[in-house]
């Protein structure tokens, strides 16, 4: 993968698809790389130049001095934009990606010809379960939240059915660096774009996933509710919906950037 110097980090990505094609940005969850995005990728390269990258912290990419903030990740969305040129873009983010998707969305929303914001919320709630999840790798490593991880991604029907992208998904989880993951989740326990979200005006589809109890429902819903005219779509998955309903997911992220 190639990489760029943004703001301090050196960020890897990857384009596929056809290079004079439209430009769509793929942000992967927290505790994942930009191989999550590996189901959507030959339907969506049928008629999008797709844009992934790792975030700093996560994958191949730097991991600088925590904690971060959603304003720095999403600085470095717009930092890899303008070191490829890329003026406007349509975006989708899963989890922190649709957080991030969010701040680009308020504070850069003349770059975003369109948002999918999937499985994510604008405030998470109380900092305690995030304090505990810190502690624990910074005790344990990646290993001790492997199991709850797992468990807040996927419904147990999932699990007990497995295959490679969920394999590889799990060594992903376990391979990236405790210090990376933490600043990361500094990131969204400190986030609440609650309110600046009415400000977002690119045409945005909010996807949530009927069993997630990281990002429920009603989160999705919030954010529906706060954005002006934005689609709401529920799947029958938990929390990396893209894969658990990589079907219908993909099929309704296609045709919503497509319009």
Excluded at 65 to 80: F, M, N, S, V, W
Excluded at 149 to 162: G, H, I, N, S
Excluded at 170 to 178: A, F, K, M, N
């Amino acid at each position: 993968m190639p990489v760029a110097e943004v703001n301090g980090a050196r960020i890897h990505y990857r384009f596929d698809g056809p290079e004079k094609a439209p430009v769509l940005v793929l942000c992967n969850s927290l505790g994942t790389d930009h191989t999550m995005w590996d189901p959507q990728i030959p339907a969506l390269t049928r008629k999008l130049r797709v844009l992934r990258y790792d975030r700093r912290g996560h994958g191949a990419s730097s991991v600088t001095p925590g904690p971060y903030t959603i304003e720095q990740l999403g600085r470095d969305a717009l930092g890899l934009l303008d070191a490829l040129g890329l003026d406007r873009v349509r975006y989708c983010g899963l989890s922190l990606g649709g957080m991030t998707g969010m701040w680009l969305g308020t504070h850069a929303g003349k770059r975003m010809e369109k948002l999918v914001l999937c499985n994510t919320a604008a405030q998470v709630g109380s900092p305690d379960p995030w304090n505990a999840r810190i502690e624990a790798v910074r005790k344990g490593g990646m290993s001790a939240i492997e199991s709850g991880v797992l468990a807040r991604w996927f419904t147990p029907k999932f699990l007990e059915q497995p295959t490679p992208m969920l394999g590889k998904m799990r060594e992903v989880l376990l391979q990236l660096s405790p210090e990376g993951y933490v600043a990361c989740c500094a990131a969204v326990r400190d986030m609440d774009q609650r309110e600046s979200i009415a400000r977002i005006t690119a045409p945005t589809m909010v996807i949530a996933g009927t069993h997630d109890a990281a990002t429920p429902p009603a989160a999705g819903q919030f954010i529906a509710k706060q954005i002006p005219g934005a689609r709401y779509l529920e799947l029958d998955a938990a929390h990396i919906s893209n894969v658990e309903a990589a079907e219908r997911f993909t099929e309704s992220v296609l045709g919503f950037v497509s319009e």
